[in-house]
């Protein structure tokens, strides 16, 4: 018995001793290391990587840039089962230690002493905060020990509810999911309260091995992950019997999801990442900002339809170009076989990949990626006439056999009556740009047909002539100089010799037609190539080039040679947009822009637009704020009433550019341009407030339409790249006109007609609409023609009187003015 006592007695002292110098050791290793702990305050004030994220001005996504997809998400904001299963497989006893759970602990130290190995065990919730946040993850005693300092650092600093919080934001699910709310998006593509017991418990176990054993990497040792995962909830009572044998039944359906777009608008996107990065740094894809741009996203999506229905339709009317490739497919292909065959084509423009299994006389059967079988009828096919050049196709086609055959691998377009039809990637490009011309919003934009096949954004970087569509800022020029709208230039064919052209120019109309003398109404309306000449050298090139500059044209843009006439100048679609829009808003020069407001990840607003807007009665010095007088004044001329809310910033009004009474005269001649001229066919509209000009180069190189009514200007552009015709008959009114109509269509819907006022320094008159003077009164006939009242024509009595400015087609330059 003595001998037993002793025994134990010694056991006690060497089991004590033990114990002291264990204590003495962990408060040693505690004042040495507790100073060199990193300040538990940063975890409170943590700025955790978060995506940039750009949004339409009425929130819907448009993208997201970051390599960490994260949402973070509050404590309070977190599903009760969300937090049971994290609980259930990494720290169930997290709300009952103090940071570091010494039974893990002893159980990591016992399975060291049985196998010898360091293997990662007993570390806690708030021990995974310390590592993540603050340490490396190499497995070194020490950095064990400095781990388990810190967790009980920080479980004194911060409560239990914001440890979980930071750790369920931050650690790694997989596929470049951070935090448990993005494991949901991206997983199973659903918010993390939609989430079912059986997806909670496959995310809850996916920390342990976020790369190696995810639903997507590795189905099989996710499914056994989970189901272990379940097990532990339900014996610790967070499920009952009901919820566990349901969760096991349910079939997992996990599957990659990329960010939700909601608005299909990469070329704005992208401009939106550019100016971040510009005014914030690399900072900008992980500090969580969200860009509301100004875009609209019923108008965005109306631009993406029109310019693809606008080229695809070029594409048909200039032949089938034939498949991208052809190879072998057997009657036995299998479905998933028929997928791997069509694996590297991906999706352009909302065009689909299809593999033709088979073709009848008629008709042909075509499996298209992701979709399944698809018949496509003849009515899809005959437009398919072979591709010999912008000017030559073949002849029509007479069976489906004479443009697919089995294996062809093509592009085939879904139609709106659940219909297919071949198509394919078009080689010719195209530009829309919307705006707001009060304040010069971007409503719209689409810089081409696909912008991963082409980033080049043609909207803002597409230097291109104008053709036609610059002659409204020639007239107008003749308008200040004191020409008017009935002024006569004559139509007849003329040979210029003018050093400047450094040859002999010998311009014509496009219909090689002549029609004599002319008035510059008339003129516009069929956009007369040879009166714009002789009308810009009555004016002068020089003067013309520096007053078109008041519409945002810089100098080195604009010629200063009779060419000018005919838009040889360069603009962008967003430059010329920005132009019309001063026809559309009175007169005032309005700059493009396209960020609304710059939000923090906190949600706090560090940037807001407040662009200069046009308002009639309103303008000051450019960039000054109004008086409190103007801004009482009504300005039903531009439809812009200045806020009163004082809660505003301070109105900046843009400065006027051009007069009221010749934006109203432009205004007037470029309706007449839709109603009857060569932009008629926008009469399909229904409304008779849109005005607006036709453009087309030489050799069709460049088809425009720039249009407007007071509240929208949208600029359209068809053409090569490479600056190649478009071919015969590719003029602004047949390949641009109808994107704009497709895209106006929807974009004015429930959008009131309004009608520009007459300006109170202009007069309407009855005329001669041969010879452009003033009838006489009572004499009938006539046509009634608006005029400023210092310049109405004199009254018209005898035909003697008629001064034309040109007499016959081989007038020198000095003969004709």
Avoid at 5 to 28: H, K, N, P, Q, W
Avoid at 143 to 150: A, V
Avoid at 532 to 537: A, G, Q
Avoid at 549 to 578: H, K, N, V
Wanted: proline share 6%.
């Amino acid at each position: 018995m003595t001998l037993l006592f002793r025994a134990l007695r010694f056991i006690l002292a060497i089991g004590f001793a033990a114990i002291t110098a264990g204590v003495i050791a962990f408060a040693a290793a505690w004042l040495y290391i507790a100073p060199q702990l990193p300040d538990v305050e940063q975890l409170k004030n943590v700025q955790l990587q978060v995506p940039l994220r750009i949004f339409t001005r009425d929130g819907e996504l448009i993208a997201e840039f970051g390599e960490q997809h994260r949402e973070p998400v509050k404590y309070e904001d977190l599903p009760q089962m969300v937090i049971d299963g994290i609980l259930a497989t990494e720290d169930d006893r997290f709300f009952q230690h103090p940071g570091v759970d010494y039974q893990g602990l002893m159980r990591a130290v016992v399975e060291l002493i049985r196998t010898g190995e360091k293997r990662q065990g007993g570390s806690t919730i708030t021990m995974q905060v310390a590592r993540n946040f603050f340490l490396s993850t190499e497995k070194t005693y020490l950095r064990k020990l400095i781990e388990i300092f810190l967790a009980l650092k920080i479980e004194r600093d911060l409560s239990k509810q914001e440890i979980l919080e930071l750790y369920l934001n931050k650690i790694y699910f997989g596929h470049r999911a951070y935090g448990v709310a993005a494991a949901a998006r991206v997983y199973y593509g659903i918010p993390i309260d939609q989430l079912t017991v059986a997806q909670i418990a496959m995310i809850s176990g996916l920390p342990k091995a976020p790369s190696s054993n995810n639903p997507i990497s590795n189905p099989k040792r996710a499914m056994e992950r989970r189901n272990y995962v379940l097990g532990r909830m339900y014996a610790l009572g967070f499920i009952d019997a009901q919820q566990y044998k349901d969760a096991l039944d349910e079939k997992d359906s996990a599957s990659l999801h990329k960010a939700t777009i909601a608005v299909e608008a990469p070329y704005v996107a992208e401009m939106a990442r550019s100016y971040m990065v510009a005014e914030y740094g690399e900072d900008a894809y992980i500090a969580g900002y969200q860009v509301i741009t100004t875009v609209d996203g019923k108008r965005q999506k109306a631009a993406n339809e029109a310019l693809r229905s606008a080229l695809l339709a070029y594409e048909r009317r200039h032949g089938y170009r034939g498949a991208i490739r052809n190879i072998d497919v057997v009657d036995t292909a299998a479905e998933e076989d028929l997928e791997n065959m069509l694996s590297d084509i991906r999706s352009v423009g909302g065009l689909l990949p299809g593999l033709v299994t088979e073709v009848q006389e008629l008709s042909a059967n075509v499996y298209v990626k992701n979709e399944g079988i698809a018949e496509i009828g003849w009515e899809g096919l005959n437009w398919a006439r072979r591709y010999d050049s912008v000017n030559s196709r073949g002849p029509e086609p007479e069976s489906a056999r004479q443009i697919l055959q089995r294996g062809d691998v093509v592009y085939v377009e879904r139609l709106a009556d659940a219909g297919w039809r071949l198509a394919q990637e078009p080689i010719v490009s195209g530009a829309l740009v919307s705006i707001r011309p009060k304040d010069g919003a971007v409503e719209a934009l689409v810089g081409g047909f696909d912008f991963f096949g082409s980033k080049f954004n043609r909207a803002v970087q597409a230097q291109r002539q104008p053709g036609s569509s610059f002659k409204p800022f020639i007239y107008a020029a003749a308008l200040a100089k004191g020409y008017t709208v009935a002024s006569l230039f004559n139509d007849a064919p003329v040979v210029f010799d003018d050093p400047s052209l450094e040859t002999t120019w010998r311009p014509e109309n496009y219909s090689g037609k002549f029609y004599g003398p002319t008035r510059m109404r008339e003129a516009l309306t069929h956009s007369r190539n040879l009166v714009s000449i002789r009308l810009l050298r009555a004016i002068g090139p020089g003067y013309a080039a520096r007053y078109v500059q008041r519409f945002g044209f810089r100098d080195d843009q604009i010629p200063r040679d009779l060419s000018l006439a005919l838009g040889s100048g360069l603009a962008t679609p967003m430059e010329m947009a920005r132009a019309y829009s001063v026809w559309a808003n009175g007169g005032f020069d309005t700059k493009p822009y396209f960020v609304q407001e710059v939000r923090d990840a906190d949600d706090n607003v560090l940037f807001e637009a407040n662009p200069p807007v046009a308002c009639a009665g309103c303008e000051q010095a450019e960039g000054a704020p109004a008086t409190e007088q103007q801004i009482q004044v009504p300005v039903a001329e531009s439809g812009v009433t200045p806020p009163a809310d004082d809660t505003l910033p301070a109105p900046v009004y843009a400065p006027r550019v051009v007069d009221a009474e010749t934006v109203y005269l432009m205004n007037s001649m470029m309706q007449d341009v839709i109603k009857r001229g060569t932009g008629r066919r926008a009469m399909t509209l229904g409304r008779n407030d849109l005005a607006g000009k036709t453009g087309t180069t030489n050799d069709q190189r460049d088809a425009w339409f720039c249009g407007f009514n007071l509240s929208l200007v949208t600029t359209v552009w068809v053409g090569f790249d490479r600056a190649h015709p478009l071919g015969v008959g590719e003029t602004g009114g047949h390949a641009a006109l109808p994107m704009w109509i497709d895209y106006m269509r929807d974009a004015l819907e429930g959008v009131p007609e309004i009608q520009l006022p007459q300006p109170p320094g202009l007069v309407t008159v009855r005329i001669d609409p041969k010879t452009g003077l003033r009838l006489p009164p009572g004499q009938d006939g006539g046509l009634f023609e608006v005029f400023r009242s210092e310049t109405v024509p004199k009254q018209y009595s005898d035909p003697a009187e008629l001064q034309q400015d040109g007499a016959s087609s081989g007038d020198s330059l000095e003969q004709l003015f």
